[in-house]
């Protein structure tokens, strides 16, 4: 069922202002607000539609890589399919995390360093870090993308032998410990 229209426009939606100087003078003053609640009303349910595509869009995006790599183990048979989605993942969001990292001392070097080193005039250097610092908003679309896919391919050539290492534990004790009821 559709949302029922808003009626609540008021031409002329007057507020009040009152106050008080002193015990004998009183100030009365009033800001007309013409139909501003009809025009917000078609903003809210944009609004509402905007925030839940973004965090339907937020979430695919963030479980993408759980998603590729579950798909590559499914795919390859892997042992313990879910274990290298979490493993792949895991390190997908800590090597994306490391280059974003990486990229901090390039940005504040742009923002602080390079105006005082143009002015210095060592041009060269200023525009080299101003320059790349406009193409880190590629790294940081790049990397994640070619990690959801490169790690988890990289991760099933070795994952057998990962598997094999950390095997179960052999520490089983046929006879009880001394003093054991």
Same mark, same amino acid.
């Given at each position: 069922m559709g949302q029922r229209p808003n009626n609540s426009f008021k031409p002329n939606l007057l507020r009040y202002t009152n106050n008080m100087a002193g015990k004998a003078c009183h100030v009365v003053g009033s800001a007309t607000q013409v139909g501003l609640?009809? !025009?917000?009303?078609?903003?809210?349910? !944009?609004?509402? $539609?905007?925030?839940l595509g973004a965090v339907i869009g937020g979430? *695919? $995006?963030a479980l993408l890589p759980f998603l590729v790599s579950g798909l590559i183990a499914r795919k390859a048979s892997l042992p313990r399919q879910l274990a290298f989605s979490a493993v792949s993942t895991i390190a997908t969001y800590g090597l994306t995390v490391a280059a974003l990292i990486l990229q901090a001392p390039i940005v504040a070097a742009s923002t602080y360093l390079a105006p005082s080193w143009s002015s210095l005039g060592?041009?060269? $250097? &200023?525009?080299?870090? &101003?320059?790349? *610092?406009?193409y880190l908003g590629y790294v940081t679309v790049v990397v994640p993308v070619v990690l959801t896919i490169a790690l988890p391919l990289w991760l099933k050539k070795h994952w057998l032998s990962i598997v094999s290492a950390l095997g179960a534990n052999s520490s089983f004790k046929p006879k009880p410990l001394r003093g054991s009821a």
């Open positions: 609640t009809q !025009a917000l009303a078609p903003m809210e349910t !944009a609004n509402y $539609v905007l925030f979430l *695919a $995006v060592h041009h060269g $250097v &200023a525009n080299l870090v &101003a320059r790349s *610092a406009e």
